[in-house]
């Protein structure tokens, strides 16, 4: 049975890397909001914002924190993951900037947000996974990631639940 996850990621750099990641079988994620969806949740305000968030993570176990060149100083990934933290879900990192984005090129990897944020006197980045999925390639990168979700997801949700 597919996981329920949310996915927390830069829009405007990383949607495209995202679908890919989305359309793995082995998830059931929430239902993107496209660009001009986002623009119309953007134009009502930060508390709009929180409670489409809220929604979307509603009745989900793992956050999946899709980690670009630029995704830790987006306020609304860094604000998702504190909220997910606080909801007891599992929250885990991956870096996408191997894969291939609209153009057909890749970007550079970006800071770890989770080193970005603290659980009590230790930095989440001790706490909270973030991989690197194996790979040469955008196609190898892929497959890596395909093949390992699952097990980082539940290895996401356990570390949770222990803390």
Excluded at 52 to 63: N, P
Excluded at 86 to 112: F, P
Aim: proline share 2%; aromatic share 10%.
């Amino acid at each position: 049975m597919a996981r329920h996850v949310f996915f927390s990621f830069h829009f405007a750099n990383d949607f495209w890397r995202t679908q890919q990641v989305r359309n793995i079988n082995a998830l059931d994620g929430q239902t993107l909001a496209n660009p001009n969806d986002w623009e119309a949740i953007k134009k009502k305000g930060d508390a709009a914002i929180e409670k489409w968030i809220a929604d979307q993570m509603h009745g989900k176990s793992c956050v999946v924190v899709l980690v670009g060149a630029e995704t830790a100083s987006r306020q609304w990934v860094m604000y998702e993951i504190k909220k997910a933290w606080g909801d007891e879900k599992g929250v885990l990192g991956i870096r996408i900037n191997g894969l291939l984005d609209q153009n057909g090129k890749s970007s550079t990897a970006g800071v770890n947000p989770f080193s970005k944020l603290t659980i009590g006197n230790k930095s989440f980045a001790d706490v909270a996974p973030l991989k690197v999925p194996a790979g040469a390639d955008s196609k190898a990168i892929y497959a890596s990631i395909s093949k390992n979700i699952e097990s980082w997801i539940e290895e996401a949700i356990k570390i949770r639940a222990d803390n």
